[in-house]
């Protein structure tokens, strides 16, 4: 059977792309600080920075390639449509 409908929807496409990363980054000392907050020197010492450079890639933060392999694991797509209203149904 044949139906007649209007509305409105949302489609909602979202990519997922896991990768493996391995090689050598350049990430300045300012951006570390700007990503996580950290200070420029802890107790003295002026390389405490380093252990934060994980936490300000996991939060985005700008660095350069150097050697870097990186390979695709694994993708997936995923759709979601929802109707913003019921949709109007005629027959």
């Known amino acids: 059977m044949k139906f007649q409908i209007e509305g409105k929807r949302t489609v909602v496409t979202t990519v997922t792309v896991v990768e493996s990363i391995s090689g050598e980054i350049d990430i300045t000392k300012k951006t570390v600080m ?25 939060n985005g933060g700008n660095y350069k390639d150097g050697d870097l392999e990186i390979k695709v694991l694994e993708v997936t797509t995923k759709i979601t449509t929802e109707f913003d209203e019921p949709p109007v149904v005629d027959w």
């Open 34 to 58: 700007a990503e996580t907050g950290c200070e420029a020197k802890e107790d003295g010492d002026s390389t405490a920075w380093y252990s934060y450079v994980d936490d300000a890639l996991s």
